[in-house]
């Protein structure tokens, strides 16, 4: 008797090709991936005929918020979405109450992470800049384990000041050795400033007030002034959800310089428009803002050539009653959209079946390339001998409708509703356990405990293998 079990008759699909491939786990991990049939005859059996297997996806940019007093999200919720959307491992951002700006809390959240996690987790590391913040810190969150460091170039909130061009500066210096990724809000703060006073002296408060606020340009003044300290410093700078055309034409032409830049995308700034913004108001009011159809079909060709790394969600739990507020006065509704269910299968839709992008290629900006960038390679982001048996069965070809009532997160309410899309999750395998099932109509069922997500450790503080 054998303790394996055989996802049977499906399709793989790594970053390097897409083929019919039985794949035998034994506990946790991946032990083999044999020719369709060829498994141990006595292992358990989950069929997969018809499905694609991935990788579970890699979600780097979520705001699942603790230790949190409202609680919005929280771990348990926010990665009973990602299970039910294909992700099975999660970068949460080190906005919180406190923001994570310190070793020690840091530690609090790993905690936190074992407690109510039911996915795995990397953290970020919050970076205010001296001389709020000894720069000594920085290394001590990297030994305690963070994956990333994270800035904001603009004011956000009064509980993550944002960074100036000397205090960005030192930090990438401090943060260059440790060899981890400086993740970047990159929006100007001095022209947002401007942007936002300009706009409201105006007395405009309609939701396209917001977009004009806060135009491409920018990002693009941001991405540039990012770019030009990483390549002083060597600073791994990975730059978020961005929402520029200009900007990313700056970032391929410094990864073509050598300067080490990643980039990542969301899809608000794929799926939604300034129409979008029009009809959903505060509902769609994130940031940077969501961009007129004709930025949106610049951006996309950075996708497909590859110089947008990866997709991430920016999830950001705000209550229905929060976001409400903005059909008013647009700027009353707080920051954030709801997207970790989303992401993967929308993505998908969108990227593979509306644009052609091949399965493989996919793969590589939801599983292969964030795990790399963080540090999780090859334990996550691939399906391989010895790899983590995160493993998404999706039906590429069943059709269906996006609905609020569907959602596992906290916040029940997704831009995306009434979208129809092409393209399921059907079940989602962590470390070797099915933690969600899709019904054959409604939400699924989650069958994930609190405290059976795992923290990951980033680069620097993991033990070496
Ligand atoms: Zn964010």
């Not at 840091?106 to 987790?121: S, T, W, Y």
């Not at 959800?241 to 700034?269: F, M, N, W």
Request: glycine share 10%.
């Amino acid at each position: 008797m054998t303790n394996q079990t055989v996802i049977a008759g499906g399709t793989a699909v790594t970053e390097d090709g897409i083929f019919p491939a039985d794949v035998v786990i034994e506990g946790e991990r991946i032990v083999a991936l044999t020719t369709p049939g060829a498994g141990p005859p006595d292992a358990a059996r989950i069929d997969a005929t018809d499905y694609l297997v991935l990788p579970g996806g890699i979600d780097v940019h979520t705001h699942f918020e603790e230790p949190d007093p409202e609680l919005l999200e929280g771990f348990t919720t926010g990665g009973m979405a990602a299970a039910a959307g294909g992700i099975t491992t999660v970068v949460e951002m080190p906005q919180a109450h406190p923001t994570t700006t310190t070793a020690d809390l840091l530690r609090d959240k790993i905690a936190l992470v074992e407690r109510n996690a039911v996915i795995d987790m990397a953290l970020y590391g919050g970076v205010i800049g001296e001389p709020s913040q000894d720069s000594a810190e920085l290394e001590r969150m990297a030994a305690a384990g963070a994956a990333a460091f994270k800035s904001f170039m603009a004011s956000s909130s009064p509980f993550f000041p944002a960074v100036d061009h000397a205090q960005l500066f030192q930090a990438m210096r401090t943060i260059a050795p440790l060899g981890l990724p400086y993740a970047l809000h990159a929006e100007d703060g001095a022209l947002l400033a401007d942007g936002l006073r300009r706009i409201q002296a105006a007395g405009r408060v309609d939701p396209m007030a917001h977009a004009e606020s806060r135009p491409p340009l920018v990002e693009t003044v941001a991405v540039g002034v990012a770019l030009a300290l990483a390549e002083q410093t060597g600073c791994h700078v990975h730059l978020c959800h961005v929402a520029s055309a200009d900007a990313l034409r700056l970032i391929r032409d410094a990864k073509a310089r050598g300067v080490h830049a990643t980039a990542e995308t969301c899809p608000q700034y794929l799926l939604l428009n300034t129409d979008d913004l029009c009809r959903l108001k505060g509902f769609a009011r994130c940031a940077p803002a969501v961009r007129e159809q004709a930025e949106v079909d610049r951006i996309w060709p950075y996708v497909l050539d590859g110089t947008i790394d990866l997709l991430s969600s920016d999830h950001s739990p705000y209550p229905i009653e929060r976001k409400q507020v903005g059909d008013g006065d647009i700027f009353q509704a707080p920051l954030g959209l709801s997207g970790v269910q989303t992401l993967l299968p929308a993505c998908f839709d969108a990227a593979v079946h509306q644009r052609g992008m091949e399965p493989e290629r996919f793969v590589r900006l939801v599983a292969a390339n964030p795990a790399r960038i963080f540090g999780l390679y090859p334990r996550k982001g691939t399906i391989r001998p010895g790899s983590d048996a995160d493993l998404v069965l999706f039906d590429p070809w069943q059709r269906w409708t996006i609905r609020d009532e569907d959602a596992h997160h906290r916040q029940k309410w997704t831009p995306y509703a009434g979208k129809e899309i092409t393209g399921r999750v059907r079940r989602t395998i962590r470390r070797g356990q099915t933690i969600f099932e899709a019904a054959p109509d409604g939400p699924g069922r989650v069958t994930a405990q609190p405290g059976s997500g795992r923290f990951l450790p980033g680069a620097y503080g993991a033990p070496k293998a």
